[in-house]
């Protein structure tokens, strides 16, 4: 017994198995067996034992895989391991490698300016766009695409009003694809001019018809002609202001502005003495 207690590893199996335990160790110099309860003795340490599973040791800091490597892992799961069995099957993917390199930038957005009339800002329009870009193709070579994009204008809608397609500008090797932006711009009219959400547009009348009162009709943006009558005495800045008759409301598009009418006053450029003499009587009171 002296033996066993003087030998740190006989002690060892004494202390958890008893002298049972100690017919069980294999004489000295003999390759211990894992069917024993002794064989948990077997002097292979934590590392080596994960090594043998795994390919790696998770304690030391060399390289998985062998020498020359240098691939980092994440985990999943908590703990040591990373939840091994932790997932209830639903990822086998325990180990995600990490890119060495920088996350790839993606660029400004190319913008590109998209004239409108006013009468498709009115009503509202289709356009197609035919696009020719720079992509990456699966070799990582530079390649041209050909493209139709279908752009639908909404009624109302101003001019600055931007349209995104993401990913629809050049690419180029380690870097994202840009987006293409279409930009509205107004055209100019002939005889509207926008203000918001009401139309403007301008008139001629006589003296007479400034003082006697008229009718003017003014063609819209989509194809009516409306009659607005003209009661009161047009005198300088005057402006008849017709309700409902200017540019959708984008975001209510079943409301609309006003229709802004000014006048410009035509003065007779000659007049008889019996004309200036009626006219002063007129005036006169």
Request: hydrophobic share 30%.
């Amino acid at each position: 017994m002296f033996q066993v207690l003087s030998d740190p590893q006989k002690k060892a199996v004494y202390d958890q198995y008893g002298e049972e335990g100690l017919s069980d160790m294999p004489p000295p110099g003999s390759t211990a067996s894992n069917n024993g309860r002794a064989g948990g003795f077997n002097p292979r340490n934590a590392e080596d034992i994960f090594a043998e599973f795994f390919g790696s040791s998770p304690f030391g800091f060399g390289s998985a895989g062998g020498p020359g490597r240098s691939t980092r892992f994440q985990s999943d799961g908590g703990g040591m391991f990373g939840g091994f069995g932790g997932n209830n099957g639903s990822d086998n993917n325990i180990f995600r490698t990490y890119s060495d390199g920088t996350a790839p930038k993606k660029p400004p957005p190319v913008e590109s300016k998209l004239p409108c009339t006013l009468e498709e800002l009115y009503s509202g329009s289709t356009r197609k766009m035919k696009i020719s870009r720079s992509i990456v193709d699966a070799n990582g070579r530079q390649a041209q695409e050909t493209e139709i994009l279908t752009i639908v204008v909404k009624p109302g809608w101003k001019k600055g009003t931007k349209i995104k397609f993401p990913d629809k500008g050049n690419e180029q090797v380690n870097q994202l694809a840009a987006d293409l932006v279409f930009v509205i711009d107004e055209k100019p009219h002939d005889l509207f001019k926008r203000d918001g959400n009401d139309l403007m547009t301008s008139r001629s009348v006589t003296l007479a018809e400034a003082i006697g009162g008229t009718t003017v009709n003014v063609d819209t943006l989509d194809g009516r002609n409306v009659s607005v009558g003209v009661t009161e005495i047009v005198s300088p800045g005057y402006e008849l202001v017709v309700p409902g008759e200017g540019m959708p409301i984008a975001k209510e598009p079943r409301t609309r502005g006003d229709l802004r009418i000014k006048f410009d006053v035509q003065f007779p450029t000659r007049l008889t003495n019996d004309q200036k003499s009626a006219l002063k009587r007129a005036l006169a009171g």
